[in-house]
């Protein structure tokens, strides 16, 4: 059976303890840049809102959507799509005629 | 007067830039985020809907001496087949209803109308000139 790692004779605690906080900076840098990468695309503030509040979604809430497709729709629900629809559909005609940018 | 060549000359000089969805959206959150009323010194609210089928109401506070932030929040409305899901930085998940329902469905309304006007007829305004000159 191994000796557990801190009983070796030629353990550093100190080194250990710098290794470790390294591997959590570097976990921790890798993570920032994930989430840099995805938010590389979008600028501005609100879409820093929505992918911050996109980090805490309901798992599953996407499909519920989905899944309940044949229940009913209320009317506040008709409402809230429609005008949805329409804002959408300006916005990608108006970028439609201009060329979206990069 | 030196700045005043100055900008002309900025003018000539930096291209129109196109617009991107992202930027698009940015400025039509300024824009509802005027829909609620004045807001206090050091407030910023932002209300806009992204490009799927959520809304979004957030609010920011900072001290304006010391610049760090006092506050901060930010409310999701997505909109599915059974109802309207709120929740606040993530929790608290409920469908709303009465009072809270009307009132939203009434500022997506008017960010409609404020969007469409102050963005994109001013927008197709801008560019019919453009491409007319």
């Known amino acids: ?102 | 007067m030196f700045r005043s060549l100055f900008s002309r000359a900025v003018k000539l000089v930096v291209p129109f830039q196109i617009p991107t969805l992202a930027k698009m959206i940015d400025d039509e959150s300024k824009i509802g985020g005027t829909l609620f009323g004045d807001l206090p010194k050091g407030v910023e609210r932002r209300f806009f809907m992204d490009d799927g089928n959520s809304w979004f109401f957030s609010e920011t506070a900072t001290d304006p001496s010391t610049r760090q932030t006092l506050y901060t929040y930010t409310i999701r409305y997505e909109v599915l087949p059974q109802g309207i899901l709120k929740s606040v930085d993530g929790r608290g998940h409920v469908f709303i209803k009465g009072v809270e329902l009307q009132r939203l469905l009434d500022a997506m309304k008017l960010y409609e109308q404020q969007v469409d006007k102050q963005i994109y007829q001013a927008q197709t305004a801008k560019s019919d000139r453009r491409s007319a000159a």
Do not use: C, K
Request: hydrophobic share 35%; no cysteine.
């Open chain 1, 1 to 102: 059976m191994t000796a557990p790692l801190q009983h070796h004779p030629d353990f550093d605690p100190n080194h250990a303890q710098t290794a470790e906080a390294d591997f959590r900076i570097r976990q921790q840098h890798e993570q920032q840049q994930q989430a840099g990468a995805m938010l590389a695309e979008l600028s501005g503030r609100a879409l820093q809102v929505a992918a911050d509040a996109s980090q805490f979604r309901i798992p599953g809430a996407e499909l519920s959507g989905s899944a309940l497709q044949g229940n009913e729709s209320t009317p506040e629900t008709m409402t809230a799509v429609t005008i949805g629809d329409r804002i959408r559909a300006r916005r990608h005609a108006f970028l439609a005629q201009v060329g979206e940018g990069q």
